[in-house]
């Protein structure tokens, strides 16, 4: 009977099969992985030109507001009547990268305490900027698309919020400037636009 090889033996030669085999495969170089990486590779790019435009808005605005219909955004019950007068601040921030403007709203108006936050980033796709809020006063998000129109950056989209459809018109008017406005407007069923509330801000006073 022929004797069997000792474990030890028949395992190196095994690993020694093993290591000829492996050598005999073609390996791909590192250049070979650096050029896959490149062509593969994600590209980055700098926030658009269209950002830096609204870079002068970073900061904490004072702001008072003028309704059209101040009874008709009444809102539960709290103290006092609802005026024709609002006021509140709007701190801007730059988001992550520079890509957005961030924004907390926070006002005493016709609907009471209210806050908002406001996201505002241009779309190069698409070439149009972004604007997404959420309301304390309204459920959902609502979306509107804008453009520069002259020196006014000029948003539009629908609004179902209150339950109804209607068209919104945004103009934020004087960018750059250490005063600025807003005026929001609406349209009903391919309606004429009407005022809702304007919007005066100043900067405010350095801490």
């Known amino acids: 009977m022929r004797?069997?090889?000792?474990?030890?033996?028949?395992?190196?030669?095994?690993?020694l099969f093993g290591a000829r085999s492996l050598a005999a495969m073609?390996?791909?170089?590192?250049?070979?992985?650096?050029?896959?990486?490149?062509?593969?590779?994600?590209?980055?790019?700098?926030?658009?030109p269209e950002m830096r435009k609204l870079a002068a808005l970073s900061g904490t605005w004072t702001f008072d507001e003028t309704?059209?219909?101040p009874t008709r955004y009444k809102r539960g019950s709290y103290e006092g009547e609802p005026g024709p007068g609002g006021h509140g601040t709007l701190k801007i921030r730059p988001g992550p990268g520079g890509f957005s403007v961030l924004a907390d709203y926070d006002a005493q108006n016709p609907m009471g305490r209210v806050t908002a936050l406001v996201i505002l980033a241009w779309s190069p796709p698409r070439k149009v900027y972004d604007y997404e809020e959420i309301h304390s006063a309204f459920p959902g998000v609502l979306r509107l698309t804008g453009r520069f129109e002259g020196g006014d950056l000029v948003f539009r989209g629908k609004d179902a919020r209150e339950g109804?459809?209607?068209?919104?018109?945004v103009v934020w008017k004087g960018l750059?400037?250490?005063?600025?406005?807003?005026?929001?407007?609406e349209a009903e069923a391919r309606g004429r636009f009407k005022k809702i509330v304007t919007v005066q801000l100043r900067r405010a006073p350095a801490p």
């Open 26 to 48: 073609p390996a791909a170089s590192r250049d070979d992985e650096e050029e896959e990486h490149s062509r593969n590779a994600v590209r980055f790019v700098a926030p658009a």
């Open 164 to 169: 109804r459809a209607r068209t919104l018109r």
């Open 176 to 185: 750059g400037q250490d005063a600025w406005s807003m005026e929001w407007s």
């Open 3 to 15: 004797r069997l090889l000792p474990a030890a033996a028949l395992l190196g030669l095994l690993g």
């Open 67 to 69: 309704w059209t219909e």
